[in-house]
Each structure stands twice: as C-alpha cells, then as structure tokens.
C-alpha cells in the first residue's frame, strides 16, 4: 500500500468516496448523504467591467417526470433557487428547482448545502431533502392499487431512502397485510380476463374471506395466474416470505434487505397486473376492429 493510500486510508479505514459530478450527485444521491462534487462553482465574467462573479452550477438533469404527458425519462433544467456563491471559502444553504423540458410543469426541488474552498470550484455537497422524495418512482397502478394506504406505504418508501429498515419493513408488512384484499382483486381481475377455471376464481374469493394472512396465501398458492409469476415464482408467497417474520430476530440493516426486496416485488407484481389488463383490453379492441372490418 502506497503512503498516499496510507493517508487516505488510516487503520484499514473505509477511503473517502471519489469526487461526482453535480449532475449524478443531484440525480442519485441519497439525502443526508456528505459527497465531495466536482466543479460545483462556476465562475462568470461580467463583459461590461471586466469583473468576475461565481455561482453554483445548475446542470442539466435526467429524472422521472411523473405527468401524464411524460411518464418517463425526461430532461429538467434549472428554474429558480438562490444559486449565489462566493469566489473565495463559501457555505451556503439553498434550494435549487428544476422543471422538467418537456411538459413544462413537473418540478424538482432540492434542499442543498454547499461547501466550497478557495481557489476551488469543486467542494462537499449535502441534500437535506428533495421534493417528490428520492428513489426509484413507484409506479401509479400501485398507488392506486393500495388506495387508502397509500400514505402507509409512501412513508416506508421514505423509511427506505433513509436507511430506516425497521420503520421500512413495518410499513410495507402493513399495507400488505392491509390490502390483502384489494390485491387480490386485481389478480381476480386477471383471472377472469383471461379465463381461468372456476376452481382457481373460487379459490381467491375464498381467500379474500379468510381474515389470516398466511393462510389466504395457503389457499391461493395454486391459483395465481402463471403471467403474473416472477422469475417462476408466487408473487404472493414471495411477500409473504418477505414479511411473515418478526422484527426482534433481525438488525435494522436485514430489515432493510427485507423491505427493499418486498417493495420490488410489489412493484413489479402491479407492473404484471397492469400489462395483463391491458394485453387483453388491447386484444379486444383488435378482435372487435378485425370483425368489424369482415363484416363490413
């Protein structure tokens, strides 16, 4: 090991994370998290008098816009927020909002500060939060798949992206275990789409009348739709084994785990309920056009 390394690394120490740039720092990084960012100051000449000025530096970001229009990947530019800093040693604390490019009304906003040294533009830079709150975006279908407990299951995901595993792994075990009941109707919905036996429909209608989480799963393990199965396996059975266990067994870090494995598996299972409805709302639609066509 060089002494460079040695510095940098005392005692076999954890090194100090590599310089990002402002761009992926306000893109990826988690709140409360201290980075070191490069070039986070700009420096700016004034053509009239020949003087210089700095500010913080507002790149284009690459985010989620959640609107009806863009649902998707979209550009967000810089729109307002106190960008002033100083060419010498400066702290500020600030809030910064992007828009998104595209259908001009979605917005960022973040809650920064900002620490940069003389004769520097890069520095350490901290989120104390960000509005809509960090993380992957979770899908509208769930949100309204959960309805009542949408609250529930949006303070777990902000238990999530602070690293809050117990407060995480309790609020989803609860919206799950809450719209038992609603899940299940979506999958019956399925189920009838695509014309599942009467044994299977019988089967969920019965679950949803058992009060007993586990066994309602018990009930239902043979008739779940197979187009709603992931990687092979009973999305149902996969929550369960996810969320079944008790708290006092486990540290706050394999609660994490837990909660972030519960919340993919959810996400994923609304993703497989929406696609289902609307393979077959677009196959109707098709067979209704095509017999049309013939009979014209």
């Keep these: 090991m060089s002494e460079s390394d040695n510095r940098a ?27 070191p960012v490069k070039e986070v100051r700009i420096v700016h000449m004034r053509p009239a008098n020949n003087t210089y000025y700095a500010e913080i530096y507002t790149p284009e970001l690459f985010l989620h816009c959640a609107s009806d229009v863009c649902n998707g990947q979209r550009y967000f530019r810089y729109t307002q927020g106190d960008k002033s800093l100083g060419m010498g040693v400066d702290t500020r604390q600030t809030f910064l909002t992007f828009t998104c490019d595209n259908c001009k009304k ?40 959960f309805g009542k407990d949408r609250d529930t ?38 189920s009838h789409k695509i014309g599942a036996s009467a044994e299977m429909l019988k089967a969920l209608e019965d679950a949803k009348r058992e009060n007993q989480f586990s066994k309602a799963l018990e009930m239902v393990k043979d008739a779940i739709p197979p187009g709603l199965f992931i990687n092979g396996h009973n999305p149902l059975t996969l929550l369960h084994s996810a969320l079944s266990d008790g708290l006092h067994e486990r540290t706050d870090e394999q609660c994490l785990e837990l909660a972030h494995d519960a919340r993919v598996v959810l996400v994923e299972l609304a993703e497989r309920l929406g696609q289902a ?17 013939r009979d014209a």
């Design 9 to 35: 690394n005392p005692n076999g120490a954890t090194p100090e994370p590599e310089p990002i740039e402002f761009a992926e720092f306000l893109e990826s990084a988690p709140p409360s998290a201290l980075r």
């Design 106 to 145: 979605n917005q960022k906003t973040f809650a920064l500060r900002i620490r940069v040294p003389r004769d520097d533009n890069s520095g350490l830079c901290m989120k104390f939060g960000e509005w809509p709150p960090f993380g992957p975006p979770t899908p509208a279908r769930l949100i309204r798949m």
């Design 153 to 190: 299951y949006l303070k777990g995901r902000r238990c999530e992206n602070q690293n809050l595993g117990i407060g995480a792994f309790t609020y989803y075990r609860r919206v799950v275990e809450n719209q038992k009941n609603q899940i299940l109707d979506e999958i019956i919905r399925v």
């Design 277 to 293: 409805l609307k393979d077959e709302a677009e196959l109707n639609t098709a067979v209704t056009r095509l017999m049309k066509a």
